[in-house]
Protein backbone atom coordinates (compact mmCIF):
# COMPACT_ATOMS: atom_id res chain seq x y z
CA UNK A 1 0.00 0.00 0.00
CA UNK A 2 1.24 3.50 -0.60
CA UNK A 3 2.55 5.14 1.97
CA UNK A 4 -0.04 8.21 2.56
CA UNK A 5 -2.17 10.12 0.35
CA UNK A 6 0.07 13.47 1.26
CA UNK A 7 0.82 15.86 -2.24
CA UNK A 8 4.49 15.45 -0.87
CA UNK A 9 4.43 11.72 -2.86
CA UNK A 10 4.83 13.58 -6.22
CA UNK A 11 7.78 16.11 -5.16
CA UNK A 12 10.21 16.03 -7.77
CA UNK A 13 12.78 13.84 -7.48
CA UNK A 14 11.34 11.81 -4.45
CA UNK A 15 11.66 8.03 -4.68
CA UNK A 16 8.05 6.99 -3.15
CA UNK A 17 7.57 3.41 -2.26
CA UNK A 18 4.88 1.86 -3.25
CA UNK A 19 5.57 -1.97 -2.54
CA UNK A 20 8.74 -3.36 -1.73
CA UNK A 21 9.34 -4.23 -5.33
CA UNK A 22 7.56 -1.13 -7.05
CA UNK A 23 8.43 3.03 -6.54
CA UNK A 24 7.97 5.86 -8.46
CA UNK A 25 9.61 9.04 -9.46
CA UNK A 26 7.34 11.83 -10.33
CA UNK A 27 8.92 14.26 -13.18
CA UNK A 28 8.41 17.95 -12.62
CA UNK A 29 5.97 18.55 -15.84
CA UNK A 30 2.63 18.95 -14.11
CA UNK A 31 -0.26 20.24 -15.98
CA UNK A 32 -3.31 20.38 -17.75
CA UNK A 33 -3.04 17.08 -19.00
CA UNK A 34 -0.17 15.59 -16.72
CA UNK A 35 -1.85 16.14 -13.21
CA UNK A 36 1.23 15.96 -10.66
CA UNK A 37 3.03 15.19 -13.87
CA UNK A 38 4.69 11.92 -15.42
CA UNK A 39 5.12 8.73 -13.06
CA UNK A 40 8.53 6.74 -13.95
CA UNK A 41 8.11 3.65 -12.37
CA UNK A 42 11.40 1.59 -11.00
CA UNK A 43 10.66 -2.09 -10.58
CA UNK A 44 13.00 -5.12 -8.65
CA UNK A 45 15.75 -4.72 -6.25
CA UNK A 46 18.48 -6.77 -7.24
CA UNK A 47 17.49 -6.36 -10.92
CA UNK A 48 15.92 -3.14 -11.43
CA UNK A 49 13.44 -1.84 -14.39
CA UNK A 50 12.59 1.79 -15.45
CA UNK A 51 8.75 1.90 -17.07
CA UNK A 52 8.64 5.52 -18.65
CA UNK A 53 11.49 7.74 -17.83
CA UNK A 54 9.22 10.74 -18.91
CA UNK A 55 10.72 14.07 -20.36
CA UNK A 56 14.16 14.60 -20.91
CA UNK A 57 14.56 16.52 -17.76
CA UNK A 58 18.30 16.46 -16.42
CA UNK A 59 17.49 16.59 -12.95
CA UNK A 60 14.54 13.95 -12.96
CA UNK A 61 16.65 11.38 -15.31
CA UNK A 62 19.49 11.81 -12.49
CA UNK A 63 17.09 10.92 -9.55
CA UNK A 64 15.84 8.11 -11.55
CA UNK A 65 19.27 6.76 -12.44
CA UNK A 66 20.66 7.30 -8.59
CA UNK A 67 17.56 5.39 -7.15
CA UNK A 68 18.47 2.55 -9.68
CA UNK A 69 21.54 2.34 -7.64
CA UNK A 70 23.53 0.77 -10.93
CA UNK A 71 21.46 -2.05 -10.97
CA UNK A 72 19.04 -0.79 -14.01
CA UNK A 73 19.04 -3.48 -16.78
CA UNK A 74 16.16 -1.73 -19.24
CA UNK A 75 14.02 1.15 -20.19
CA UNK A 76 10.48 0.28 -21.06
CA UNK A 77 7.77 2.62 -22.88
CA UNK A 78 4.16 2.41 -22.60
CA UNK A 79 4.14 4.45 -25.67
CA UNK A 80 6.14 7.21 -27.46
CA UNK A 81 4.37 10.47 -26.42
CA UNK A 82 6.50 14.00 -25.04
CA UNK A 83 5.48 13.06 -21.37
CA UNK A 84 6.06 9.67 -21.01
CA UNK A 85 9.73 8.76 -23.39
CA UNK A 86 11.54 11.87 -24.79
CA UNK A 87 14.05 11.32 -21.67
CA UNK A 88 14.81 7.48 -22.45
CA UNK A 89 18.34 8.47 -24.55
CA UNK A 90 19.48 10.62 -21.69
CA UNK A 91 18.83 7.82 -18.89
CA UNK A 92 20.15 5.46 -21.05
CA UNK A 93 23.48 7.59 -21.25
CA UNK A 94 23.55 7.37 -17.67
CA UNK A 95 22.51 3.65 -16.85
CA UNK A 96 23.73 1.55 -19.93
CA UNK A 97 19.77 0.01 -20.13
CA UNK A 98 18.84 -0.81 -23.21
CA UNK A 99 15.53 1.09 -24.42
CA UNK A 100 12.80 -1.29 -25.25
CA UNK A 101 9.07 -0.30 -26.64
CA UNK A 102 6.42 -1.54 -28.78
CA UNK A 103 7.35 -2.09 -33.09
CA UNK A 104 5.37 0.89 -33.66
CA UNK A 105 7.58 2.73 -32.09
CA UNK A 106 10.14 1.13 -33.74
CA UNK A 107 8.71 1.71 -37.03
CA UNK A 108 8.86 5.59 -36.39
CA UNK A 109 4.99 6.16 -36.16
CA UNK A 110 5.83 9.20 -34.12
CA UNK A 111 8.87 9.38 -31.82
CA UNK A 112 12.05 8.91 -34.31
CA UNK A 113 14.28 10.39 -31.34
CA UNK A 114 13.30 7.58 -29.16
CA UNK A 115 14.68 5.16 -31.22
CA UNK A 116 14.40 2.27 -29.31
CA UNK A 117 16.62 -0.65 -28.94
CA UNK A 118 15.02 -3.99 -28.74
CA UNK A 119 11.20 -4.31 -29.50
CA UNK A 120 8.87 -6.14 -26.83
CA UNK A 121 5.19 -7.12 -27.71
CA UNK A 122 2.03 -8.94 -25.92
CA UNK A 123 3.02 -11.86 -24.48
CA UNK A 124 6.50 -11.00 -23.94
CA UNK A 125 7.85 -11.10 -20.06
CA UNK A 126 11.10 -9.47 -18.43
CA UNK A 127 12.02 -11.66 -15.65
CA UNK A 128 14.07 -10.18 -12.60
CA UNK A 129 15.58 -11.78 -9.25
CA UNK A 130 12.54 -10.60 -7.87
CA UNK A 131 10.09 -9.75 -9.99
CA UNK A 132 7.96 -10.84 -13.42
CA UNK A 133 6.56 -7.95 -15.98
CA UNK A 134 3.90 -9.84 -18.29
CA UNK A 135 3.97 -6.89 -21.76
CA UNK A 136 0.35 -6.47 -22.63
CA UNK A 137 -0.39 -4.31 -25.48
CA UNK A 138 -3.25 -2.17 -25.05
CA UNK A 139 -4.04 0.21 -28.39
CA UNK A 140 -6.41 2.76 -28.38
CA UNK A 141 -4.97 6.12 -26.58
CA UNK A 142 -1.93 5.54 -28.90
CA UNK A 143 -1.32 2.54 -31.22
CA UNK A 144 1.78 1.60 -29.62
CA UNK A 145 0.58 2.05 -25.92
CA UNK A 146 1.78 -1.29 -23.80
CA UNK A 147 0.87 -1.80 -20.20
CA UNK A 148 2.97 -3.98 -18.22
CA UNK A 149 1.54 -6.18 -15.66
CA UNK A 150 4.08 -7.00 -12.56
CA UNK A 151 3.01 -10.22 -11.28
CA UNK A 152 3.83 -10.35 -7.74
CA UNK A 153 2.09 -7.69 -6.78
CA UNK A 154 -0.73 -7.73 -8.89
CA UNK A 155 -0.12 -4.45 -9.92
CA UNK A 156 -0.99 -3.05 -13.74
CA UNK A 157 1.83 -0.35 -14.79
CA UNK A 158 -0.62 1.01 -16.87
CA UNK A 159 0.57 4.71 -18.79
CA UNK A 160 -2.05 6.45 -20.02
CA UNK A 161 -4.91 3.44 -19.78
CA UNK A 162 -6.08 5.43 -17.13
CA UNK A 163 -5.27 8.42 -15.15
CA UNK A 164 -6.04 9.43 -11.81
CA UNK A 165 -8.61 11.70 -11.64
CA UNK A 166 -9.46 12.52 -15.22
CA UNK A 167 -10.04 11.22 -18.23
CA UNK A 168 -7.49 9.63 -21.53
CA UNK A 169 -7.85 11.12 -25.00
CA UNK A 170 -8.10 8.87 -27.37
CA UNK A 171 -7.05 11.62 -30.18
CA UNK A 172 -7.04 10.17 -34.21
CA UNK A 173 -5.25 8.97 -36.17
CA UNK A 174 -2.91 7.32 -34.04
CA UNK A 175 -5.82 7.09 -30.71
CA UNK A 176 -9.10 4.67 -31.72
CA UNK A 177 -11.87 4.52 -29.69
CA UNK A 178 -13.16 1.37 -31.06
CA UNK A 179 -9.35 -0.30 -29.48
CA UNK A 180 -9.56 1.86 -26.22
CA UNK A 181 -12.79 0.08 -25.46
CA UNK A 182 -11.14 -3.32 -26.74
CA UNK A 183 -8.12 -2.70 -24.81
CA UNK A 184 -10.12 -1.64 -21.11
CA UNK A 185 -12.62 -4.69 -21.56
CA UNK A 186 -9.28 -6.73 -21.64
CA UNK A 187 -7.42 -5.29 -18.46
CA UNK A 188 -11.01 -5.66 -16.64
CA UNK A 189 -10.78 -9.54 -17.03
CA UNK A 190 -6.96 -9.64 -15.11
CA UNK A 191 -6.60 -10.63 -11.60
CA UNK A 192 -5.69 -7.16 -10.40
CA UNK A 193 -4.88 -5.69 -7.02
CA UNK A 194 -4.49 -2.06 -7.72
CA UNK A 195 -3.28 0.56 -11.17
CA UNK A 196 -0.54 2.06 -11.25
CA UNK A 197 -0.93 5.32 -13.46
CA UNK A 198 1.07 7.19 -15.67
CA UNK A 199 -0.25 10.36 -13.87
CA UNK A 200 -1.26 10.35 -10.29
CA UNK A 201 -2.00 8.04 -7.36
CA UNK A 202 -2.40 4.39 -7.56
CA UNK A 203 -5.89 3.27 -8.53
CA UNK A 204 -8.36 0.85 -6.72
CA UNK A 205 -10.71 -1.24 -7.06
CA UNK A 206 -9.15 -2.06 -10.67
CA UNK A 207 -12.33 -3.13 -11.74
CA UNK A 208 -14.41 -0.65 -10.39
CA UNK A 209 -11.95 1.96 -12.38
CA UNK A 210 -12.14 0.09 -15.60
CA UNK A 211 -15.90 -0.02 -15.48
CA UNK A 212 -16.07 3.82 -14.53
CA UNK A 213 -14.17 4.74 -17.75
CA UNK A 214 -15.77 1.66 -20.13
CA UNK A 215 -19.47 3.72 -18.88
CA UNK A 216 -18.15 7.08 -19.54
CA UNK A 217 -16.83 6.42 -22.85
CA UNK A 218 -20.03 4.86 -23.72
CA UNK A 219 -22.29 7.98 -22.05
CA UNK A 220 -20.04 10.21 -24.51
CA UNK A 221 -20.76 8.25 -27.25
CA UNK A 222 -24.86 8.15 -26.44
CA UNK A 223 -24.52 11.95 -25.98
CA UNK A 224 -22.51 12.60 -29.97
CA UNK A 225 -24.62 10.10 -31.75
CA UNK A 226 -28.13 11.62 -29.90
CA UNK A 227 -26.71 15.30 -30.84
CA UNK A 228 -26.15 13.78 -35.01
CA UNK A 229 -29.47 12.50 -34.68
CA UNK A 230 -30.66 15.96 -33.80
CA UNK A 231 -28.37 17.84 -36.86
CA UNK A 232 -25.46 18.89 -35.46
CA UNK A 233 -23.11 17.80 -38.03
CA UNK A 234 -19.79 19.26 -37.19
CA UNK A 235 -17.78 18.51 -34.16
CA UNK A 236 -16.90 22.47 -32.94
CA UNK A 237 -20.53 22.18 -32.30
CA UNK A 238 -20.70 18.73 -30.45
CA UNK A 239 -17.73 19.41 -28.13
CA UNK A 240 -19.95 22.76 -27.53
CA UNK A 241 -22.50 21.18 -26.35
CA UNK A 242 -21.14 18.26 -24.86
CA UNK A 243 -18.39 19.94 -22.79
CA UNK A 244 -20.26 23.07 -21.27
CA UNK A 245 -18.71 23.37 -17.50
CA UNK A 246 -15.30 22.24 -19.06
CA UNK A 247 -12.44 25.19 -19.49
CA UNK A 248 -12.11 26.48 -23.24
CA UNK A 249 -8.58 24.53 -23.11
CA UNK A 250 -9.93 21.37 -22.42
CA UNK A 251 -12.31 21.83 -24.96
CA UNK A 252 -9.81 21.91 -27.87
CA UNK A 253 -8.37 19.10 -26.27
CA UNK A 254 -11.53 17.25 -26.82
CA UNK A 255 -11.60 17.75 -30.43
CA UNK A 256 -9.98 14.65 -30.81
CA UNK A 257 -12.32 12.03 -28.29
CA UNK A 258 -15.23 13.34 -30.43
CA UNK A 259 -13.82 12.50 -33.49
CA UNK A 260 -12.77 9.56 -32.40
CA UNK A 261 -16.24 8.34 -31.12
CA UNK A 262 -17.68 9.58 -34.19
CA UNK A 263 -15.16 7.54 -36.51
CA UNK A 264 -16.07 4.52 -34.39
CA UNK A 265 -20.05 4.63 -35.28
CA UNK A 266 -19.16 5.47 -38.59
CA UNK A 267 -17.06 2.15 -38.85
CA UNK A 268 -20.35 0.32 -37.09
CA UNK A 269 -22.31 1.86 -39.36
CA UNK A 270 -24.08 4.41 -37.10
CA UNK A 271 -23.25 7.20 -38.62
CA UNK A 272 -21.08 8.85 -42.07
CA UNK A 273 -18.69 11.28 -42.26
CA UNK A 274 -14.85 12.22 -42.12
CA UNK A 275 -12.85 14.66 -40.91
CA UNK A 276 -14.75 17.42 -38.98
CA UNK A 277 -17.82 16.70 -40.92
CA UNK A 278 -20.40 16.79 -42.07
CA UNK A 279 -21.91 14.01 -39.74
CA UNK A 280 -24.96 12.30 -40.29
CA UNK A 281 -26.92 9.09 -39.23
CA UNK A 282 -26.30 6.79 -41.41
CA UNK A 283 -29.83 6.29 -42.80
CA UNK A 284 -29.37 10.06 -43.68
CA UNK A 285 -26.20 9.73 -44.88
CA UNK A 286 -27.63 7.25 -47.93
CA UNK A 287 -31.21 7.99 -48.27
CA UNK A 288 -32.31 4.99 -47.11
CA UNK A 289 -34.72 3.85 -43.74
CA UNK A 290 -32.14 1.70 -41.91
CA UNK A 291 -34.80 1.12 -39.10
Not at 29 to 58: H, L
Not at 267 to 286: F, I, K, L, M, Q
Request: hydrophobic share 35%.
Amino acid sequence: MEQSQSEDQFAPGRLYRVTPRLARITAPNPGMMTGPGTNTWIVGDADRVVVDPGPDDEAHLQAVADAGEGRIRAILITHAHPDHSPGARRLQAITDAPVMAHPNELQGIRDDALAADHAIDDGDRLDGDDFTLHCLHTPGHAADHLCFLLEQDRILIAGDQVMDGSTVVISPPDGCMQDYLSSLRRLRELSLDAIAPGHGRLLRPPRDVLDAVIAHRLERERMILELVSAGEAQIPGLVGRIYTHVPEALQRVAFGSVRAHLEKLRDEGRVTGDGHGPWRPASAGNGEDQS
